[in-house]
């Protein structure tokens, strides 16, 4: 197939697949039921090194994870969720959102919605030695 | 001896039935509401990384047809066109594919390049094409190589390579649950594909089959999927990002890394490239045996099931 047709069909396709899937509302990100769910998706995870504790952030969208190893996060990757310990992270705040920066390739930077009152909770437990 | 030898393009000129099959399934799903998800930012990257795997194979598939030319220059051996010669190359091809497969996933080098193939948490159509760029840089085309020495066209192995990938693009769904049992015993399916796809303990390095499920319940790598154990799709530890350059080139990185960390001996640096997925000089990770081992240790009524044999 020559590349003047198979190139504008593979963009289209992309492109409207894309726009198909974000109108049929397929772009929601993860939300956590309950605290209890946020520790599920961690140990599934991080089955070596269970949650003890976990923290929602106010949209349920993520949650800070008390672990023996230190604290780690679950965080939304679409429909479903990423997790990390959180040796290495830098934390910013930047008006409603928490920065975290991990020295990870596959999970460079992490931005979460939080207001101000969760981010005072989760800097004081990011802060807390494990 | 057949120079001139032109096969079609057939993974190029299945992109509009590919795109096609991603929308019945997309509209089966919405539909049926069951069979699958699909998530927009998952399917973009998926379908990107297809478009970059053609991409690369265009920049860079002089490599692999020149390798293949000059072994097809060296070899004393010509077995034609026939329909016969193309039916037993594509059957020996899907044999090249298992092991090709199987070292992607047990030597770090080729799983570098594979892995970008698993690391979507979704299973759909849109799934089968998150395929690598960095495919050349294994080295793998060498495996090919014996089908070409016996007299094989490079056309035809690599058309019939076309046709291995093409028949892969269908399995990878959850909307069809099990086939007819004649077929499930002889070839690929979706529910064998799934087991291969699972990032459960059961299921991990099992059932590297292109077409022919056959090679691997004669290797020993066949595992059922079981009704009690849906997969869980997806890498061991899941990326934490779409954006498709890294999921196209974040394990050459942590290879690289690996392999030049301070104090290491020789042996050491080449366990980092080449040993399975998972090994580390300390013992700090764990590789698929540790992975089953741990669950083994929490649920040994697993002990002696399929996976944990």
């Not at chain 1, 772009?27 to 995870?45: G, I, L, T, Y």
């Not at chain 2, 069979?35 to 860079?60: H, K, P």
């Not at chain 2, 979704?122 to 014996?146: C, D, E, I, K, S």
Request: aromatic share 10%.
């Amino acid at each position: 197939m020559p590349l003047e047709i198979l190139g504008p069909m593979v963009l289209l396709g992309i492109v409207g697949i894309g726009v198909l899937l974000h109108l049929m509302g397929l772009s929601a990100p993860h939300h956590f039921a309950c605290p209890d769910d946020a520790r599920a998706a961690w140990d599934n995870a991080f089955p070596q090194h269970p949650a003890r504790r976990a923290t929602l952030c106010a949209d349920n969208t993520a949650a800070l994870i008390d672990t023996d190893a230190g604290p780690g996060l679950v965080w939304p990757m679409g429909a479903d969720v990423a997790a990390r310990l959180l040796a290495g992270a830098q934390i910013e705040a930047h008006g409603e959102t928490l920065s975290i920066r991990l020295p990870d390739f596959t999970a460079p930077r992490i931005r979460l919605p939080l207001p101000q009152e969760d981010r005072a909770t989760w800097r004081d437990i990011l802060e807390t030695p494990a | 001896m057949s120079e001139q030898i032109t096969y079609p393009d057939v993974v190029a000129l299945a992109v509009p039935m590919f795109i096609a099959a991603i929308l019945i399934e997309l509209a089966w799903i919405g539909i049926k509401h069951r069979g699958g998800r699909y998530e927009t930012r998952d399917a973009l990257t998926s379908l990107v990384m297809g478009a970059g795997n053609v991409a690369s194979g265009i920049v860079l598939g002089f490599i692999t047809w020149g390798v293949f030319m000059a072994l097809w220059a060296i070899t004393p051996l010509d077995l034609g066109t026939s329909l016969w010669v193309v039916l037993l190359c594509f059957v020996l091809d899907d044999l090249r594919y298992y092991w090709v497969h199987r070292f992607g996933h047990r030597i770090r080098w080729v799983w570098a390049s594979h892995v970008n193939h698993h690391s979507s948490q979704h299973y759909n159509l849109t799934t089968a094409l998150r395929q690598t760029w960095t495919g050349t840089f294994t080295f793998m085309m060498v495996v090919r190589a014996p089908l070409i020495l016996l007299g094989f066209h490079p056309a035809m192995v690599l058309f019939v390579g076309g046709l291995n990938l093409i028949y892969q693009f269908w399995i990878h769904t959850e909307a069809i649950g099990r086939m007819p049992r004649w077929f499930e015993a002889v070839m690929n399916t979706p529910s064998h594909h799934r087991v291969h796809h699972g990032r459960n303990a059961r299921y991990l390095d099992a059932n590297y089959a292109g077409v022919f499920i056959i090679w691997d319940k004669l290797f020993g790598t066949y595992v059922p999927e079981l009704d009690e154990e849906k997969p869980q799709y997806g890498i061991v530890h899941n990326l934490g990002t779409f954006n498709p350059l890294r999921v196209a080139f974040h394990e050459w990185i942590a290879l690289f890394r690996d392999v030049l960390r301070p104090g290491l001996s020789l042996r050491q640096r080449l366990a980092y490239a080449f040993a399975p997925p998972g090994w580390s000089h300390d013992g700090s990770r764990e590789m698929t045996p540790e992975i089953k081992a741990r669950h083994l240790a929490t649920h040994p009524e697993d002990r002696g099931t399929p996976g944990f044999d």
